[in-house]
């Protein structure tokens, strides 16, 4: 089962940091743009960060020169480094990534989503 499941979501000070990960697990055969989403309770799900699979980064406003996505190709894994950290980045952060993968003996990009891991920041 092809899935992503995301880690190092927690309870942190303003002023601190945190790392979440995210690994793609299952028969999945190449992976395309990667990214991080969240979620604010009230708030639509956002943007956060996106990286390429050549390694080409974007990210909100809201976190540049904070937050820094990272990929490690070999792993299927992408990670967001959250240093600086506010109240205002209090939300579930989720994965995202484009995978492709096979069925009825095709083989295509289609979009998955983690279940999310919640980032909790105190002033």
């Known amino acids: 089962q092809v899935q992503l499941v995301e880690s190092g979501g927690g309870l942190v000070q303003a002023g601190g940091s945190l790392r979440l990960s995210c690994a793609a697990s299952g028969s999945v055969y190449s992976i395309n743009n990667m990214g991080w989403y969240r979620q604010a309770p009230g708030n639509e799900r956002e943007l956060v960060a996106r990286i390429t699979n050549g390694g080409s980064t974007n990210y909100a406003d809201s976190v540049k020169g904070r937050f820094t996505i990272s990929r490690d190709n070999d792993k299927n894994t992408v990670s967001l480094q959250m240093n600086s950290l506010t109240p205002e980045d209090t939300a579930v952060y989720y994965c995202?990534?484009?995978?492709?993968?096979?069925?009825?003996?095709?083989?295509?990009?289609?979009?998955?989503w983690g279940k999310g891991t919640l980032v909790t920041v105190f002033s």
């Open positions: 995202n990534a484009d995978l492709m993968v096979e069925s009825s003996n095709m083989r295509y990009y289609r979009p998955y």
